[in-house]
């Protein structure tokens, strides 16, 4: 009568101890990069240089293009921004065919969110996936854990 009592109370004692630590995994395919030539876009003051230097990170952190000198590249990203950021956004093909074309606008306090949201529809105009760059994380918490 004791046996099956122990047995019963070690399952349950199994089932409640958590053996593993939890695991988050993040994975990319792994496709093979495209060619980028950013060498034609220009950014003037202070926030078109913001603006520039936004998109060509966030593009190249995105994990599907990789720098390439021009005439090399699968893609050519041409334009400018400049003032109180108006910057047109243009994407070809080596072959020529455009592949996005777009003017964003918006206040000198704008250029980094303007072109986390660029560099987003340029990412899904090329490879037809999301981008994450203008997405936002929220952390929610307490004390007790």
Partial sequence: MTKPIILSALLALLLCVDTAPAQVVVSK???QKVGLDMSA???AGEA???FARTLETDLFRSGYF?????GAATYVLRGNASGAV????????????????KVYRGGPNEARKLAHLAADEIIFALTGRKGMNSG???VIGNRTG
């Fill in 86 to 101: 108006s910057a047109a956004c243009q994407v070809q093909e080596s072959t020529g065919a455009q592949k996005f074309n």
């Fill in 29 to 31: 395919n792994a496709g």
């Fill in 48 to 50: 078109g240089q913001v």
């Fill in 136 to 138: 936002r994380i929220a």
């Fill in 66 to 70: 990789v720098r390439t000198p021009a």
């Fill in 41 to 43: 876009f220009a950014g």
